[in-house]
């Protein structure tokens, strides 16, 4: 969620090279965290590590990093902060 003020919301993550797309109709508030999980093996929506979102992703076009090597988002939604941030974890496959 924004860092400093304002909500984010219509937020969807965009894979430049297929056009896939994971998007979240929910509301995001200061300090909210979102944890979308695309291991096909765990996939999940969590909101502030406890509550479970999997309702509000609105389209979950599942895509992840090919091996060795890169993959390009695009990042957007709707807010009025100045500060919505994505972060992105990556795990090897297996572990």
């Known amino acids: ?4 003020s304002g909500t984010l919301s219509n ?12 998007a979240y109709s929910g509301v995001l508030n200061v300090g909210d965290v979102l944890v979308i999980n695309t291991n096909r093996f ?25 091996a060795g090597g890169q993959l390009r988002v695009q990042f957007q939604g709707t807010t009025a902060s100045s ?12 572990f």
């Open 1 to 4: 969620g924004p860092t400093d």
């Open 11 to 22: 937020i969807s993550i965009t894979n430049t090279a297929t056009g896939q797309v994971i």
């Open 42 to 66: 765990a996939r999940a929506a969590t909101l502030n590590g406890t509550t479970d979102v999997w309702s509000g992703l609105s389209t979950s076009q599942w895509f992840g990093v090919p």
């Open 83 to 94: 500060t919505p941030r994505l972060t992105v974890g990556v795990h090897d496959a297996y």
